[in-house]
């Protein structure tokens, strides 16, 4: 089955950095366009960074520049590189992304996430 694994999180200080893998595994010809969510435990979900087909980035307010997305084709994967990480940057962090599979199907998945807690 296709699916997507994330990986990376855990426990920083604030300022510190953490990058976040998003890995595609099965039969994958590679990875479409792919978005970087997060939710806080009394927040809403929020995208906090999208990488679409074309190469293009989007970010909000909230990270711009602070947070970057970059893919690796070869290896199937996406990563979020967070600097100057804030404690309000605490929350478990998905990843959605358009995946094409080796039958040159499209499809939706999403990871289960990664715990990211910024904290001194």
């Known amino acids: 089955q296709v699916q997507l694994v994330e990986s990376g999180g855990g426990l920083v200080q604030p300022g510190g950095s953490l990058r976040l893998s998003c890995a595609a595994s099965?039969?994958?010809?590679?990875?479409?366009?792919m978005g970087w969510y997060r939710q806080a435990p009394g927040k809403e979900r929020e995208l906090v960074a999208s990488?679409?087909?074309?190469?293009?980035?989007n970010f909000p307010d909230s990270v711009k520049g602070r947070f970057i997305i970059s893919r690796d084709n070869a290896r199937n994967t996406v990563y979020l590189q967070m600097n100057s990480l804030k404690p309000e940057d605490t929350a478990v962090y998905s990843c959605n992304g358009v995946l094409i599979t080796s039958a040159g199907r499209y499809l939706e998945v999403w990871g289960q996430g990664t715990l990211v807690t910024v904290s001194s």
């Open positions: 990488l679409s087909s074309s190469g293009s980035t």
């Open positions: 099965g039969s994958i010809f590679r990875i479409n366009s």
